[in-house]
């Protein structure tokens, strides 16, 4: 399995202000996704991310809200702009070959936003 | 779209005790079927997949699963739980191509 990294781990933020997530895979992967868990709830896909087109967001979710960078096969980032206390969530990048092979997770990055 | 159900939310064991968490999903297609499970404090983890053959797959830590296509579920199961199994446990599914879609996850205690 790959393994991901997740930079920053954890981030308290103000209201108004943006941050970017960034996603490191140890190895080469044609898909990369963006998913939010809010508190004390599962999973949701924000964005399948490709390297070499622009990301497909998952209905709820744009771009203006989540832009998402794929520059190459091994790095992605996501930017929560302009955020709100509703933003307060983990957000999980994961990776796999293909839609229909195993996703795996990164850690996850925890934001709190004031 | 495809829907995943998972009826525990909330689920307390004492040790040795024999788990079942059920998984429901909607979709008439093919589909691939996965647990993961999140143990406090760690990142979410892969414990079985099933993706064809044997509807009987087996996982990490003696975690098994049964895929039953005519009642569209995907239970998992152990037969002596430990404390250490103590974790958010989470059945996901996707169609070829299509994106990953979670239950609601189940919070498993168990308790020494």
């Known amino acids: 399995s790959a393994v991901i990294s997740q930079k920053p781990s954890r981030d308290i933020c103000q209201r108004g202000t943006s941050l970017t997530i960034q996603c490191q895979v140890d190895?080469?992967?044609?898909?990369m996704f963006w998913y939010r868990q809010q508190p004390g709830q599962s999973l949701t896909l924000i964005a399948t991310?490709?390297?070499?087109?622009?990301?497909?967001?998952e209905s709820g979710f744009v771009i203006d809200k989540f832009p998402i960078s794929r520059p190459n096969l091994t790095f992605s980032t996501l930017t929560v702009s302009n955020m709100s206390p509703e933003d307060s969530s983990i957000y999980l990048c994961?990776?796999?070959?293909?839609?229909?092979?195993?996703?795996?997770f990164g850690p996850g990055t925890r934001l709190t936003v004031l | 779209a495809q829907s995943v159900s998972q009826h525990n939310h909330h689920v307390i064991l004492s040790e040795a005790a024999s788990l079942e968490l059920g998984c429901n999903y909607s979709?008439?297609?093919?589909?691939?079927l996965f647990w993961y499970v999140q143990y406090p404090g760690q990142h979410l983890q892969l414990l079985l997949k099933?993706?064809?053959?044997?509807?009987l797959v087996k996982g990490i830590k003696g975690f098994e699963a049964e895929f039953i296509k005519s009642k569209f579920s995907f239970n998992l199961r152990k037969p002596s739980v430990q404390w250490s199994d103590t974790a958010e446990y989470f059945c996901?599914?996707?169609?070829?191509?299509?994106?990953?879609?979670f239950g609601g996850g189940t919070r498993l205690m168990v308790k020494p």
């Open positions: 994961s990776v796999g070959a293909s839609g229909s092979d195993t996703q795996y």
């Open positions: 996901a599914v996707n169609n070829a191509g299509n994106m990953l879609t």
């Open positions: 190895s080469q992967v044609t898909m």
């Open positions: 099933y993706f064809s053959g044997d509807p």
């Open positions: 979709y008439g297609g093919t589909v691939n």
């Open positions: 991310a490709n390297q070499g087109s622009e990301a497909t967001y």
